[in-house]
């Protein structure tokens, strides 16, 4: 059997629920993987075979203690602006396309998301599939491979997600069933009332009422609960509240930041800001510029805002400014695009922090797993031996200068200034403590190395466990109450 996890609106807390749905099952001795048709996301992790999926269902399949695959995420879209996506086909590139061109592929991509929920089906026998955005996209029915088009080709229980934070929960839930499908609507089995703060209790009226109104049973009311978790997408960031801690790390938001996760465990050992290009930076003590989507106009940003000649004034000052990816490229020399970022051949200046020069020749996309050794030059690097990740990113880029990591990356002169085409560099406690540590040290306050061995998957499903009803859910997703 199988369970679909859809959601009154995007953000309602489908990926959480759904990752810890997979947890509890997990620990119950029950095979499962994550499954999402479509996703639309900048946030992404590429597997061992080099397939980029969107974030969520990676960390979704590690909750399920499964190995993250293509089948997981069949379609990721991935924007560029001016209405372009690119179109990421299991794990691979695929196209650019606009969103009307790329209705027209609607059937096509349906049969290849089925191919693969049965390939996954066939090795994992339970599925817990993820919908995309609100459920009820009355304009969208025709089109919408991951709700609608997907629940009348699977025919499986449904759960409803609804994001009570945000008020209008009532409206939220009858709303959406009232408006789902004749032929979808029985397949809503159970309500999950997300995020609630204070005593749950005092919603017991509203469950009633809820019941009442739709006929179908309320599973539990979920307390809010911060996650150490990756964030789906770049709605979370407007929901980010920086700790209150001594080390402050400035990381650039500019419009087409990508794979922001990977700062989520610097954001445990550090007050880290998402800062909007412009934002003054002297009350930072370190500097990241993160990956992007679109290289050239987020580097054209920096310099029409101002950003560009404040992070220049910034390295200046013997602090860390560092850059990932994309903004690894940025900190370079010179970015020369052959018509990869547009139609016209043409070279940018990037911010000269770096003896880099990058090129874009041709479409093709690296997406590889990574483990390199720490090239030790600096007073950063020199804290740390290697670090793994992973590379998702067009371009070559050719060093005139000391590489960062083994035949990768680069350092200035310095040792404080350095990039990485390394995704999730920071999600190495070693790396973070060697940041953190370093610039802890010289504001001359304390630091606590952060920790890997806590599982935030576990402290997940024990959340899930003492506010839903586990059981009626297991029976939904298995089609038998299994043994506690």
């Not at 048709?37 to 946030?43: E, F, G, I, P, V």
């Not at 049973?217 to 960031?237: A, F, N, Q, R, T």
């Amino acid at each position: 059997m199988s369970l679909m996890v859809l959601g009154t609106s995007s953000h309602a807390g489908k990926s959480s629920i759904t990752a810890g749905i997979c947890r509890i099952l997990s620990d119950r001795g029950i095979p499962v993987a994550p499954f999402k048709a479509q996703n639309m996301s900048l946030n992404s992790y590429i597997t061992e075979e080099g397939a980029e999926i969107g974030i969520a269902q990676a960390t979704q399949a590690f909750a399920a203690r499964a190995r993250p695959v293509a089948e997981m995420n069949p379609v990721l879209l991935k924007p560029k602006g001016n209405s372009v996506s690119q179109v990421v086909l299991l794990g691979k590139p695929w196209k650019d396309t606009k969103i009307g061109d790329y209705y027209q592929e609607t059937e096509f991509l349906l049969n290849e998301a089925v191919a693969a929920y049965d390939r996954l089906k066939t090795e994992y026998t339970n599925i817990i599939v993820e919908g995309a955005g609100g459920a009820a996209e009355v304009n969208l029915y025709d089109r919408d491979i991951a709700n609608i088009q997907l629940a009348k080709r699977l025919r499986i229980p449904i759960i409803l997600v609804a994001d009570i934070e945000r008020g209008g929960v009532f409206a939220q839930v009858y709303g959406t069933i009232a408006l789902l499908p004749d032929d979808v609507r029985p397949l809503v089995k159970g309500i999950v009332v997300n995020k609630f703060r204070g005593d749950a209790e005092l919603f017991a009226s509203g469950r009633r009422i809820l019941e009442e109104l739709t006929g179908v049973p309320v599973l539990g009311v979920v307390p809010w609960l911060k996650l150490g978790i990756p964030e789906e997408d770049s709605l979370s960031l407007g929901d980010k509240v920086p700790a209150v801690r001594e080390v402050r790390v400035a990381v650039i938001r500019y419009p087409h930041i990508a794979n922001f996760t990977d700062f989520s465990l610097l954001e445990e050992a550090a007050s880290v800001e998402y800062v909007l290009p412009g934002t003054e930076l002297d009350s930072y003590d370190a500097v990241i510029l993160p990956g992007t989507k679109n290289t050239v106009r987020d580097l054209a940003c920096l310099w029409s805002s101002g950003a560009a000649e404040q992070v220049r004034a910034y390295a200046k000052t013997n602090r860390p400014v560092i850059g990932v990816c994309g903004g690894y490229q940025m900190l370079g020399e010179s970015i020369i695009d052959n018509a990869i970022e547009g139609d016209v051949v043409a070279e940018y200046a990037g911010l000269g922090l770096l003896p880099v020069t990058t090129r874009f020749d041709r479409y093709d996309k690296v997406t590889r797993q990574v483990r390199r050794e720490s090239s030790g030059f600096g007073p950063v690097l020199s804290r740390v031996k290697d670090a793994a990740g992973y590379e998702i990113h067009s371009g070559l880029s050719t060093v005139s200068g000391r590489t960062a990591f083994a035949d990768e990356g680069a350092v200035d002169a310095g040792g404080l200034i350095f990039g990485t085409y390394m995704h999730g560099l920071f999600a190495n406690a070693g790396m973070v403590d060697a940041l953190v540590g370093y610039l802890a040290e010289q504001k001359k306050v304390a630091y606590t190395p952060v920790s890997e061995a806590g599982d935030p998957y576990a402290v997940l499903a024990r959340h899930l466990e003492g506010c839903l009803d586990v059981e009626q859910i297991l029976a939904l997703a298995t089609g038998c109450v299994p043994a506690a």
